[in-house]
């Protein structure tokens, strides 16, 4: 499942730009006052203010190889996010392995490598290893629910996890990863799940608001 867009929503447009430009060094290829959107290898991220956002958790694609090179070139420029006692999540279920930290709007930003992604790096990490966005959280009081809607505009299969509190949805190339909101808090800050919207375009088209799909056209 390939994410080609993904569209967050923020009160803090200039200071996300700035995160993102300055620190994480991508791209930006639309920069207006409420809008702006930067450049990844293999899809674009885009913010859009609003008024009252709240966090999302996400996650970018890395090079299959390149968790401990991301690992010291992402460490000089942010605070990492704990992992139990690591910097490092190694999800030996999902062959991959995962670190975490804030943006600037204290959305959960995650840098994940499969074993199964055939690119790999050869030599030291920069921005341009970003690959895609991959993965997306879908807070929800039903993930039933929510897999049947998906199921709906495309079938999608269960990565991991099950209707009970936890559910990979997709493949490593792009996740949409659906929890209930009063049973699961996110990993690894174990913060409260609170509510998030935003528009994903790519194999799968909708906006996700109040905890609904909404398919949307896209030309």
């Known amino acids: 499942m390939k994410i080609q867009e993904l569209i967050l929503y923020s009160q803090n447009i200039e200071t996300q730009r700035q995160f993102y430009t300055l620190v994480l060094g991508l791209e930006c290829i639309v920069d207006t006052p409420n ?87 050869d030599g030291s990490f920069s921005s341009s290893d970003i690959l895609s966005v991959s993965e997306i959280g879908l807070p929800t009081t039903n993930i039933k629910t929510i897999y049947k809607q998906l199921n709906a505009i495309r079938p999608i299969s269960i990565f991991d996890g099950s209707f009970h509190r936890f559910c990979a949805i997709g493949n490593y190339n792009g996740l949409f990863i659906v929890v209930d909101k009063h049973k699961k808090k996110w990993y690894p800050s174990m913060e409260l799940v609170k509510d998030t919207e935003f528009v994903i375009k790519g194999d799968y088209n909708f906006e996700f608001c109040n905890g609904e799909i909404k398919e949307i056209s896209v030309i």
């Open 35 to 121: 809008t702006i959107t930067f450049q990844l290898r293999q899809s674009i991220l885009t913010f859009k203010y609003k008024s009252v956002a709240h966090p999302a958790h996400f996650a970018f694609n890395i090079p299959s190889n390149a968790i401990y090179d991301a690992l010291r070139w992402i460490g000089k420029r942010v605070e990492l996010l704990d992992c139990e006692g690591h910097v490092i999540a190694d999800f030996k279920k999902w062959n991959a392995k995962s670190l975490y930290f804030y943006d600037a709007d204290y959305n959960i930003v995650e840098f994940i490598s499969h074993d199964a992604n055939a690119i790999e790096i």
